[in-house]
């Protein structure tokens, strides 16, 4: 293919967000879409995934991996792109792999042949769900509730942004798991999309409600596992309430990452109080252990016991506002942009 | 033996002290010594012992028991008594016991036969070791960095209150475990003695030392294990310099304790960042463990591998002033007050 010709749209970070993220924080550019050699191939993005990581990756705070340069394509949490030309045996145009960390905010990229991952075939399911539940934030709630979580039977979890790409799940694994769950959401609809839909025993929606009042109420035997998505006033509240050697798997702390001056949990002090442990994790630290996850998964989905959202915004030129959905909460579930049709 | 002369003295609380403990805050009492029944000993305190959790006890905040209630005997973190009546088959007057959840910071109480343990008889160490080192904060260190910290060989551990009572022996243990061990403590002579007589790598003396840019020079390849006993600025500092996967046992946050108004770690989004592990954990929660552990530390006591300081108040009238020094930092060793001679 003659590619002299074609170019290709990618968001690149120009400056780092102070606050909210900004469109004037990326800059959407034209390059030509480059020549792939042997044991690569050339791939159409279709989808590709927003996630609060990315805010983090914006940032120039010590984290979990490099941060974004200045001047480079954003970088995305997963995304999902068919080859439209192939120099790696065994890998045929119209196949769909994954972006893996070679995706981005970007419409077309080459990958080696050694980092593809095909998306099956003839699964019945909808390709999204390949960059949602069976992509990264399925695993990310089922290792963060299980293997951090350790839930017995019968305790009490409650989970924060709890309608959200991750939570949802949680919610879900913790009811699979015979786990009284509180979830924590932030409009009437996504509370009553947790009550009806997905068997959430209580809601609370923190725009409305005082949180610690609330959880108060919901929680008469105390919290055993609160899965921190937020930070902030939200895990104060928490905090306040668990009982002893519970456990809180963080996940994330959106609430900060807005301004990384906020400081940490007032009721830090509950940590040697309640012998609670609290320990970070990320998906990425799984890997070999995402096939088990994945078989899990795919029959509590096949058997109705796991249900999922996909909020899909079309056009790439959508993502930097597409992104701030997730920290007001607009979104309205596992938010993806979609970059080019599905073949 | 006819009681009904004999008066003894104890401290009740008065009030709950707001920031440091003043004497006024508690009431030396005199009782009469009470009469004790079948199954009972009548005990003379011979050392109690004051620790930071004292001032836990007096504080009302939800906590890992219940606060010392106004009007009650202030509670010790342990204690050593002599057996001075008995109606227990197979206890003896003049036998040592430990005081438990029963002594307090008082010269006399009764025990039931159930909760008596006795103190071995010629072991060849002083019988302060039984309420320090052998007592509780021995296997306080051993447990705590053992078990939560989970150390391997080659780690770096960083101790806070490193001279303290436990913090000293959690230098030790690390050492023995092949660790490379940072003590802060509070003054050159408690610095000296960590480094010439324990073997601590490298000592900073907080008073007089930025903690964040001593830790960056002393840890070049970052911390694995941060044992905190002290929270605040040191905990902060800690967090900054954490490695992927560390753990942070959380056995004390002394510098809260007199202002729990203050806030948590301004760098708690580390524990997401560093996929961290920060657990709380007390002692207590170790007692079906507590023979191996004496064993181990006796072993290494007896192998001059363990050291340990005792620092002697003497007078039951002292002990709201004594308490203090363990916020000050001017107690040096493990804080006891003797109430009566040994026999």
Redesign the interface.
């Known amino acids: 293919m003659d590619n002299t010709n074609r170019s290709f749209k990618s968001w690149r970070l120009k400056q780092r967000p102070s606050g909210e993220i900004e469109t004037t924080d990326l800059e959407l550019v034209d390059d030509i879409i480059p020549e792939i050699n042997d044991n690569e191939v050339l791939v159409r993005t279709i989808y590709f995934s927003l996630d609060p990581t990315n805010r ?1 990756w914006m940032s120039d ?4 991996m490099e941060p974004v340069e200045i001047g480079d394509i954003m970088r995305a949490g997963g995304s999902l792109a068919v080859v439209e030309e192939s120099k790696v045996e065994g890998v045929s145009i119209g196949e769909i792999v994954q972006g893996g960390m070679h995706g981005g905010w970007q419409e077309y990229f080459v990958m080696p042949a050694s980092d593809i991952i095909k998306i099956p075939k003839d699964t019945g399911l909808p390709l999204t769900a390949f960059i949602s539940v069976l992509g990264f934030t399925g695993p990310t709630a089922y290792f963060g509730f299980l293997d951090i979580g350790k839930p017995k039977e019968g305790e009490t979890v409650v989970v924060s942004a709890a309608a959200g790409a991750v939570g949802s799940i949680v919610c879900q694994i913790a009811k699979i798991k015979g786990c009284k769950v509180v979830g924590i959401a932030g409009s009437d609809e996504k509370c009553k999309w947790l009550k009806d839909d997905l068997g959430v025993d209580h809601v609370i929606n923190y725009k409305k409600e005082n949180i610690l009042e609330s959880l108060k109420k919901s929680c008469p035997d105390g919290i055993d596992i609160y899965f921190d998505n937020v ?1 902030g006033e939200t895990l104060d509240a928490a905090l ?1 309430l668990m009982n ?1 050697f519970g456990r809180i798997p ?4 959106i609430s ?1 990452y807005n301004d ?2 906020s ?20 998906v990425s ?1 799984y890997a070999e252990q995402f096939g088990e996850c994945l078989e899990s998964l795919g029959k509590w989905i096949a058997e109705g016991k796991i249900k999922y959202k996909v909020d899909v915004v079309d056009g790439i030129e959508n993502a930097p506002t597409a992104v701030n959905k997730l920290f007001s909460g607009e979104n309205n579930g596992k938010l993806i942009i979609q970059t080019s049709k599905e073949p």
Do not use: A, E, H
């Open positions: 983090i705070v010590d984290q979990y930070g306040t002893k963080v996940c994330g702390l900060m990384w001056s400081t940490g949990p007032k009721m830090y002090r509950n940590i040697l109080m309640k012998t609670l442990t609290v320990t970070g994790f990320l630290d």
